[in-house]
């Protein structure tokens, strides 16, 4: 199994910056994709950004394009969110998410941490 855990979420003000990290481990046979989804206070669960395993090829939600970067180290099994310019509608419980396989021929599997809290307030 794989084990995906956030960290450095926190309180910023308007204009701030944050960088999220997220460290998987595990039983770790290939991970295809790593992305980042967020979940504001009282709505659902929405993509952020997605980024393949060459880390060639990212994708963005409109709300977050030309603030937010997504990055990934597949030496260190990490990726990274840097997020700029924050919103207060930024505001939100922020995931860590993953395909990927235990086993050289299993089959993918969605894999999720448990959060860290982003609020961007005056």
């Known amino acids: 199994q794989v084990q995906l855990v956030e960290s450095g979420g926190g309180l910023v003000q308007p204009g701030g910056s944050l960088r999220l990290s997220c460290a998987a481990s595990?039983?770790?046979?290939?991970?295809?994709?790593m992305g980042w989804y967020r979940q504001p206070p009282g709505k659902q669960r929405e993509l952020v950004a997605t980024i393949t395993t060459s880390g060639t090829k990212a994708n963005y939600r409109d709300s977050v394009k030309g603030r937010f970067t997504i990055s990934r180290d597949n030496a260190k099994n990490m990726a990274f969110l840097q997020m700029n310019s924050l919103k207060p509608e930024d505001t939100a419980v922020y995931y860590c998410?993953?395909?990927?396989?235990?086993?050289?021929?299993?089959?993918?599997?969605?894999?999720w941490g448990r959060g860290t809290q982003v609020t961007v307030s005056s």
């Open positions: 998410y993953t395909v990927g396989s235990t086993s050289t021929n299993g089959p993918p599997l969605n894999y």
């Open positions: 595990g039983i770790i046979s290939s991970i295809y994709v």
